[in-house]
């Protein structure tokens, strides 16, 4: 019985965060993306922040299951680059099982862990791109253009995700 419990439950986290990441692509095409990087960029990432906060709920070789299978999805429908996102995703629930070891974030705590999430994403992501010469985008331009205004929709956005996380937490648990 406690099987199915811990199976239903990764079930309804792997749904929450699909629809997290459907609602990311939805928003995506009401915010502004600018392929010429002559604007400004902002990157939703309702998917990322609700990952961060729900593997910690999810116990054991179960929480790197959920980061892979996070990851693969991620990799394939929004990247052109399997691997990262998978390591990625697998760092993120290594950092906030074993690094942060809060089992329950204020909504302070969760609004700055989500957001520094989403800043070593981008910044690692970046760097990747840097160093294999895939972009040229100058850095202080990439912090202005793309890092800024994503962060701060993206705390704003981290208020709903953590709210929504304490219904859902409560109603699986």
Same mark, same amino acid.
């Given at each position: 019985?406690?099987?199915?419990?811990?199976?239903? $439950?990764?079930?309804?986290?792997?749904? !929450?965060? #699909?629809?997290?990441?459907? =609602?990311?692509?939805?928003? *995506?095409?009401? /915010? &502004?993306?600018?392929?010429?990087?002559?604007?400004?960029?902002?990157?939703?990432?309702?998917?990322?922040?609700?990952?961060?906060?729900?593997?910690?709920?999810?116990?054991?070789?179960?929480?790197?299951?959920?980061?892979?299978?996070?990851?693969?999805?991620?990799?394939?429908?929004?990247?052109?680059?399997?691997?990262? $996102?998978?390591?990625?995703?697998?760092? !993120?629930? #290594?950092?906030?099982?074993? =690094?942060?070891?809060?089992? *329950?974030?204020? /909504? &302070?705590?969760?609004?700055?862990?989500?957001?520094?999430?989403?800043?070593?994403?981008?910044?690692?992501?970046?760097?990747?791109?840097?160093?294999?010469?895939?972009?040229?985008?100058?850095?202080?331009?990439?912090?202005?253009?793309?890092?800024?205004?994503?962060?701060?929709?993206?705390?704003?956005?981290?208020?709903?995700?953590?709210?929504?996380?304490?219904?859902?937490?409560?109603?699986?648990?």
């Amino acid at each position: 019985m406690r099987t199915r419990m811990r199976d239903s $439950y990764l079930f309804k986290c792997f749904f !929450i965060v #699909f629809l997290c990441f459907l =609602i990311d692509s939805t928003l *995506s095409f009401f /915010l &502004p993306y600018n392929y010429t990087k002559t604007t400004i960029t902002i990157v939703p990432c309702l998917g990322l922040m609700m990952f961060t906060l729900l593997v910690k709920t999810i116990e054991g070789a179960e929480r790197y299951f959920f980061a892979a299978i996070c990851g693969v999805y991620y990799s394939i429908v929004y990247a052109n680059s399997l691997a990262i $996102y998978i390591l990625i995703y697998c760092l !993120i629930a #290594f950092i906030r099982s074993y =690094i942060v070891k809060l089992d *329950s974030l204020s /909504l &302070p705590e969760a609004m700055v862990f989500c957001v520094l999430t989403i800043f070593a994403q981008e910044i690692v992501l970046y760097w990747l791109m840097w160093i294999t010469n895939i972009t040229r985008y100058p850095i202080a331009s990439f912090l202005t253009m793309r890092i800024l205004p994503t962060l701060l929709v993206n705390v704003v956005l981290s208020m709903v995700v953590y709210w929504i996380y304490n219904k859902v937490k409560i109603e699986v648990e």
